[in-house]
Structures are given as structure tokens and as C-alpha cells.
């Protein structure tokens, strides 16, 4: 059983930063990439960043210079820092691992989401 907890959303002002949080917990072997989506009402889920185990790491154009993307490979977590934060950037956050459990194989894991509202 593999079970990724975010945390770390909430309301804030336009121009404003929020850290979110994600933490894999349960029996699995290794990590592999983790991502950070987010999913506005009425619109499709976007890739907003990405990070592999080795820390290279992506952006979407419209987070790029703004957000920031790290993980703890030893807490099995990943960090979201959001900056200059937009009312654009409103959406549900939802943290993505692709994890090896032995046994089991590779497969990606979803976390509940978190809600990430930017108004003034």
C-alpha cells in the first residue's frame, strides 16, 4: 500500500506564496519522478512541474520563474514553493509519484489533492 498526503494549501492574496507538501508513506522500494498537477474547474489537468530522483526538474511555461519544485529523497517528499502567486494559479493541486513497490512493479501513485485559492 502506497498513500502520497498533501498538504500546505489554502486562500491567499494575489502576489502572495504558499509551500505545499507531499509525503509518500507505506511499503515501496524506490521513487522515481514526482510531479505536481493542478486542475481548474472546467479545465483539463496540467503538468505544472517535475522533479526525478537525480533532482533535474521541468516547468510549465506559466509557472516557470515563479514556482519552485524539491524534493527530501530521505523524507520521501516533494515541496511545492509558489511565489508571485496569480488568481490563474487557483485549482486543485494534486501530487504525483511514480513509485516501485517490490513485487508489484512501477506504477504512478495520486494524492488527494489540495485546494489552492488565490483571491483578493
Known amino acids: 500500500q502506497v498513500q502520497l498526503v498533501e498538504s500546505g494549501g489554502g486562500l491567499v492574496q494575489p502576489g502572495g506564496s504558499l509551500r505545499l507538501s507531499c509525503a509518500a508513506n507505506?511499503?515501496?522500494?524506490?521513487?522515481?519522478?514526482m510531479n505536481w498537477y493542478r486542475q481548474a474547474p472546467g479545465k483539463e489537468r496540467e503538468l505544472v512541474a517535475a522533479?526525478?530522483?537525480?533532482?533535474?526538474?521541468d516547468y510549465a511555461d506559466s509557472v516557470k520563474g515563479r514556482f519552485t519544485i524539491s524534493r527530501n529523497n530521505a523524507k520521501n517528499t516533494v515541496y511545492l514553493q509558489m511565489n508571485s502567486l496569480k488568481p490563474e494559479d487557483t485549482a486543485v493541486y494534486l501530487c504525483?509519484?511514480?513509485?516501485?513497490?517490490?513485487?508489484?512493479?512501477?506504477?504512478?501513485?495520486w494524492g488527494q489533492g489540495t485546494q489552492v485559492t488565490v483571491s483578493s
Open positions: 507505506g511499503n515501496f522500494f524506490t521513487i522515481n519522478r
Open positions: 522533479i526525478t530522483s537525480g533532482g533535474d526538474t
Open positions: 504525483n509519484g511514480n513509485i516501485l513497490r517490490l513485487g508489484y512493479g512501477i506504477r504512478d501513485y
